[in-house]
């Protein structure tokens, strides 16, 4: 299994562009999470999806979208960009367990989108 | 989850010695609580986790302890090696996804 697979790794953009981080896992999870971490702090929750064709907001959704059409992809969209949302951009995947609505198990992360808007 | 807090923010320990570093939360809803281990410039990964059923858990030289009571736990690093040195991350959830605090950078000095 590749796990969860993010492209690209790097990017820059300018102010007011748009562009969308792709996400793709192949281990059948359920849920899939959008964390963005700016440097030296915590992963801060943008969006998340208890399955396809299900997307919550997060702690810090402004400015971005997300759709989950399949199982498999989450992709993540931004449609204006601003110097804010310069940071490291993290997916996460994971299988929930203990019930229907169980975000008790661990997280698989993708290696990370670097994006910098100029 | 709603609010984790992190302590220390940075922790150096020479190699050998022992690292704690602690966590407390608010959600009394809370039954899971892993750690995560970041090395510079790769993604976060699971080193050990805890359920609220259980007061602690052991890994070799990982070890995580939990009360629900005070509604703090914490990551116990014996033996520390150079290795060990990354930023790590304490979460926690219950109905909702993770909340995770703002990290603890480790160095451990040879």
């Known amino acids: 299994n590749a796990g969860v697979t993010q492209t690209p790794k790097f990017r820059i953009l300018k102010i007011g562009q748009s562009m969308t981080l792709q996400c793709t896992q192949d281990m059948n999870h359920n849920y899939m999470y959008w964390y963005r971490q700016d440097p030296g702090m915590g992963l801060k929750l943008i969006y998340y999806?208890?399955?396809?064709?299900?997307?919550d907001k997060g702690e810090v959704p402004n400015g971005y979208n997300v759709s989950r059409s399949t199982t498999e992809d989450f992709p993540l969209r931004l449609e204006l960009a601003a110097p804010s949302q310069t940071s490291v951009y993290f997916c996460a995947s994971s299988y929930p367990t203990g019930g229907q609505s169980s975000y008790n198990s661990p997280l698989h992360f993708g290696n990370g989108t670097r994006l910098t808007v100029t | 989850g709603e609010n984790v807090e992190q302590h220390p923010s940075t922790l150096s320990v020479q190699e050998g010695d022992s690292a704690v570093i602690k966590c407390t939360y608010s959600?009394?809803?809370?039954?899971?609580f892993p750690w995560y281990k970041q090395e510079l410039g790769k993604r976060p990964q699971l080193i050990i986790d805890?359920?609220?059923?259980?007061g602690e858990k052991k890994d070799q030289r990982i070890a995580v302890t939990l009360n629900k009571t005070a509604k703090h736990f914490s990551l116990h690093i014996t033996e520390t090696q150079p290795e060990d040195s990354a930023v790590y991350f304490c979460?926690?959830?219950?109905?909702?996804?993770?909340?995770f605090g703002k990290g603890t950078r480790l160095s451990v000095i040879a």
């Open positions: 979460a926690e959830t219950g109905n909702t996804p993770l909340v």
């Open positions: 959600d009394s809803a809370s039954n899971y």
């Open positions: 805890i359920r609220s059923n259980v």
């Open positions: 999806s208890v399955g396809a064709g299900i997307t």
